[in-house]
């Protein structure tokens, strides 16, 4: 577990924070908690200011997500404890097999407060993380029916030059981690409506509603024994589709799709609270 605790750069406040990994990697998915501990000396800021964690590395924002406490920051009071949790994808960025990078790399950690008429952030919190590279054995994905690969006009990501489409029913095979896993399923829908099934093994783990947005799902997954099952059959179902054309006209492609999938993550989690 990574820890820290640090007066912060706003009078009167005190920020622990903690990962809940020991070890924080690329291609991870780790629960960054944050406790707010305001003084007596404490004043809140203007209405409308909002709270963010920022990973950047040489210039480029690796990660980057909006905390929400209980309580919005306009109205924390002094002698006070204010606390959030939130789930982090650090996407892969160092090549293991690199001698430059096999050691890692130190990723600036920053926690922000912006808005409220600010013209610029203001740093509450600032440290250097070490990140290492993903190790070897973090599961694979494979996929199996229903995937549409289409090659993407534009790199989004340093690591994908293509695009990955989830047809109405897309079956993918992740390898069994053999200890309670996270799965974390990023993508987009390009439909108004649409009802979304995500399987394990032909069970159903959740269904949900998503309009034409990017989504992001996070679930804690107990896997069969290793020795028995060695891989763990990931299933997405959607009631709607949509003709590849139809989406991007230069295209004449026919195939029938639903969501645009961007990542597919599936990880032993080394530690639960």
Same mark, same amino acid.
């Given at each position: 577990?990574?820890?820290?605790?640090?007066?912060?750069?706003?009078?009167?406040?005190?920020?622990?924070?903690?990962?809940?990994?020991?070890? =924080?990697?690329?291609?991870?998915?780790?629960?960054?908690?944050?406790?707010?501990?305001?003084?007596?000396?404490?004043?809140?800021?203007?209405?409308?200011?909002? =709270?963010?964690?920022?990973?950047?590395?040489?210039?480029?924002?690796?990660?980057?997500?909006?905390?929400?406490?209980?309580?919005?920051?306009?109205?924390?009071?002094?002698?006070?404890?204010?606390?959030?949790?939130? /789930?982090? /994808?650090?996407?892969?960025?160092?090549?293991?097999?690199?001698?430059?990078?096999?050691?890692?790399?130190?990723?600036?950690?920053?926690?922000?407060?912006?808005?409220?008429?600010?013209?610029?952030?203001?740093?509450?919190?600032?440290?250097? =993380?070490?990140?290492?590279?993903?190790?070897?054995?973090?599961?694979?994905?494979?996929?199996?029916?229903?995937?549409?690969?289409?090659?993407?006009?534009?790199?989004?990501?340093?690591?994908?030059?293509?695009?990955?489409?989830?047809?109405?029913?897309?079956?993918?095979? =992740?390898?069994?981690?053999? !200890?309670?896993?996270?799965?974390?399923?990023?993508?987009?829908?390009?439909?108004?409506?649409?009802?979304?099934?995500?399987?394990?093994?032909?069970?159903?783990l959740d269904k949900f509603q998503v309009g034409a947005?990017? /989504?992001?799902?996070?679930?804690?997954?107990?896997?069969?024994?290793?020795?028995?099952?060695?891989?763990?059959?990931?299933?997405?179902?959607?009631?709607?589709?949509?003709?590849?054309?139809?989406?991007?006209?230069?295209?004449?492609?026919?195939?029938?799709?639903?969501?645009?999938? !961007?990542k597919i993550y599936f990880r032993q989690v080394p530690y639960l609270p």
């Amino acid at each position: 577990m990574v820890a820290c605790g640090e007066k912060s750069d706003l009078k009167g406040l005190v920020i622990n924070q903690e990962f809940g990994d020991r070890i =924080l990697t690329d291609n991870l998915v780790t629960e960054l908690k944050v406790k707010f501990i305001t003084t007596p000396a404490f004043s809140p800021p203007d209405k409308g200011a909002r =709270l963010a964690v920022e990973l950047d590395w040489q210039g480029k924002i690796l990660c980057r997500e909006e905390l929400k406490p209980d309580f919005p920051p306009d109205l924390w009071q002094p002698d006070r404890v204010y606390e959030t949790r939130k /789930f982090l /994808f650090i996407p892969p960025f160092l090549n293991r097999f690199d001698p430059e990078k096999a050691a890692g790399a130190k990723v600036n950690f920053s926690l922000i407060l912006e808005g409220a008429g600010r013209k610029e952030p203001l740093i509450l919190l600032s440290r250097k =993380l070490k990140i290492l590279p993903c190790p070897e054995e973090v599961p694979d994905v494979v996929y199996l029916d229903g995937w549409v690969m289409v090659r993407s006009n534009q790199r989004e990501t340093g690591y994908q030059d293509y695009e990955l489409w989830a047809g109405p029913e897309a079956v993918c095979l =992740l390898k069994n981690p053999g !200890k309670t896993a996270r799965l974390m399923i990023i993508g987009k829908s390009s439909l108004e409506e649409n009802t979304v099934s995500i399987f394990i093994d032909g069970n159903q783990l959740d269904k949900f509603q998503v309009g034409a947005e990017a /989504f992001q799902k996070i679930y804690t997954v107990e896997v069969p024994d290793l020795a028995k099952q060695p891989e763990v059959k990931l299933t997405i179902s959607c009631d709607k589709f949509i003709k590849l054309s139809q989406i991007n006209p230069a295209q004449s492609d026919e195939r029938a799709v639903s969501l645009r999938i !961007k990542k597919i993550y599936f990880r032993q989690v080394p530690y639960l609270p």
